[in-house]
């Protein structure tokens, strides 16, 4: 089965306004938290433990209208019966899901807890180790359409949480993206391949079109190829497009050459 791969280099909020309605089946979406520290904070034991990151960075305004305007661009870009995930910390979950609530073909299915076993202490021994992220899965249930759900597959997932072969829990624990996932560069907040592929198996079928508009090292793009997707990632960061040429070809040697995905780079041009 052949698959097709496009990573567009762009700002999403402009690309996402050139891709059709109703043209994908999932959206995977691992935004700017809005949670990086112009001065970030050091420890003798790494470089930097707090996000520094110039595209993480927002005026509390100018987060808000981001956020509003990228989801309703993909929300309009999502089929009907299609699925939205949003990951997020407790710096931008809260607003994410304010604005999904005002959507009236819009129904979050489940938030989910992603555990990590292995996070970072706090070293300000003033807070609790924050040791979650959060994750809304929502669908876009307009003309009666209902979303898909993997049921039975989903009770293959094996964690320290889940049993495999019972029905699995909204609490996923999965460490921090392993050193063997990092190989192609690096990239500040890379997400674990197993995190992906739980989204992407759970609401998905082969064939079907995964879009990420921050597609960052590529995760979303190298889990769906790896899984039979087709996708689509928008990265506005030059920087990254090498880890993601990298991740993406890789894996090709493993396929048959008739059935050999196609792999497009592209830098968005604005019409105007
Ligand atoms: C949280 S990271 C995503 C990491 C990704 N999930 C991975 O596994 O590598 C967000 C990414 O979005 C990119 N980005 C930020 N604002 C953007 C925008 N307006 N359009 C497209 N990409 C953007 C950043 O450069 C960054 O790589």
Not at 131 to 158: M, P, Q, V
Request: proline residues 4%; glycine residues 6%; contains cysteine.
């Amino acid at each position: 089965m052949k698959t097709t791969h496009k990573i567009i280099n762009g700002d999403a909020l402009e690309v996402l306004k050139t891709l059709p309605d109703g043209s994908v089946d999932l959206i995977f979406a691992d935004p700017p938290y809005n949670m990086s520290k112009k001065k970030g904070l050091g420890w003798k034991y790494s470089k930097h433990i707090t996000m520094q990151e110039d595209w993480d960075i927002f005026s509390k305004d100018d987060y808000f209208k981001f956020n509003k305007q990228w989801i309703n661009e993909a929300l309009r870009v999502l089929k009907h019966g299609g699925s939205l995930w949003i990951s997020g910390s407790f710096h931008n979950i809260y607003q994410v899901g304010f604005i999904l609530q005002h959507y009236n073909d819009v129904k979050i299915n489940n938030s989910i807890v992603w555990f990590k076993p292995n996070a970072q202490p706090n070293i300000t021994c003033r807070l609790f180790t924050e040791s979650t992220e959060h994750l809304i899965w929502a669908s876009k249930n307009g003309n009666k359409k209902k979303w898909k759900f993997n049921y039975e597959w989903t009770k293959s997932i094996e964690d320290q949480i889940n049993n495999k072969g019972k029905q699995t829990r909204n609490v996923w624990a999965i460490p921090l993206t392993p050193k063997k996932e990092k190989w192609a560069g690096v990239h500040p907040t890379q997400k674990p391949e197993e995190l992906l592929r739980r989204i992407i198996m759970s609401c998905t079928d082969k064939e079907d079109t995964v879009l990420d508009p921050f597609v960052g090292s590529g995760t979303t793009s190298a889990v769906a190829k790896e899984l039979g997707r087709n996708s689509i990632g928008i990265e506005k960061d030059k920087k990254y497009l090498k880890i993601i040429r990298k991740r993406l070809n890789t894996s090709q040697k493993t396929l048959d050459i008739i059935n050999q995905p196609e792999i497009m780079f592209e830098k968005f041009k604005s019409k105007t």
